[in-house]
């Protein structure tokens, strides 16, 4: 994974680092800080925050997540690394249980390749948490534990109170009305900003969608969902139609009038000029 560095201003160098800081979603640990310019009277200070790199078992983690949105189960995994890991996870997280002192315990299933993690008990909605921030973090943990060793990608879920489901059929239900509007209008949607396992969810909905499709731009925690129209449909509905003439020009019949074959056409007076000739 390649070094990632971003520039930020502010008016002095600490107001630019924690400008930078809270914009990446960064602490002060992940990143190094080079100062381009201590800024003066008339110019602002600038920073150079460099990414730090992060160990390579992490970093293959996060690169399987991202390439795994909305794709299919990865090529078959060896047995003895799906049971490997399944213990490592189940260790994990009861040992978790137990510092924090939690009356709740956790069980394991594998459905394919897939390790699942079920909280329950009295305590189990301490490990959701603000729209189940403490759940990604303890599954984003947990993954990296579960593949530490590995060079395949083995994916976890963990849910707690059924809410994992609860939330994927909201966001199923949310993909589907976005994606009509986007098919409407022609024009994409951007949806705000997720996690992995939430944007999976999103590209998993829409992935046979005849109409739309999805990509993920943006980075960190900023990386959010935008759902596009199909270019041949769109194509479709940008040729234009053949044009119709809303107005019928009315045809007019002087032959049968008895009237015009003994007057002829009838005269007209012409207002603002003058009724004699001038000479």
Not at 55 to 67: D, H, S
Not at 107 to 134: C, H, L, M, P
Not at 201 to 214: C, E, G, P, S, Y
């Amino acid at each position: 994974m390649e070094t990632k560095t971003y520039i930020y201003e502010g008016k002095s160098v600490e107001e630019a680092t924690e400008k930078g800081l809270a914009e990446l979603g960064l602490s002060a640990e992940d990143v190094s800080v080079e100062v381009k310019s201590k800024g003066g009277l008339f110019t602002k200070a600038q920073v150079i925050i460099t990414i730090l790199e992060k160990e390579a078992t992490v970093e293959v983690c996060e690169e399987a997540v991202e390439a795994d949105e909305g794709t299919e189960a990865p090529s078959e995994i060896n047995e003895e690394l799906l049971v490997l890991a399944e213990e490592r996870v189940r260790t994990f997280i009861n040992e978790l249980i137990l510092q924090m002192g939690l009356d709740c315990e956790a069980t394991t299933t594998r459905k394919g390749q897939e390790i699942n993690v079920k909280v329950s008990g009295k305590s189990a909605s301490a490990f959701i948490g603000y729209r189940g921030e403490v759940l990604d973090a303890i599954q984003y943990m947990t993954l990296w534990i579960a593949n530490k060793d590995g060079d395949d990608f083995v994916r976890v879920s963990i849910d707690a109170e059924d809410y994992r489901q609860r939330r994927k059929e909201t966001l199923t239900r949310l993909a589907e009305r976005l994606a009509h509007k986007c098919h409407k209008t022609g024009r994409k949607v951007e949806l705000e900003p997720m996690n992995p396992f939430e944007r999976r969810i999103i590209h998993t909905a829409l992935q046979n969608d005849k109409f739309v499709r999805t990509e993920s731009h943006g980075e960190g925690r900023f990386r959010h969902v935008v759902i596009l129209p199909k270019e041949e449909v769109k194509r479709e509905k940008s040729q234009p139609k053949k044009a119709q003439s809303a107005i019928s020009t009315p045809t007019m019949s002087y032959g049968t009038s008895a009237s015009f074959r003994k007057k002829g056409i009838a005269k007209t007076k012409s207002y603002g000029a003058p009724s004699k000739k001038p000479y």
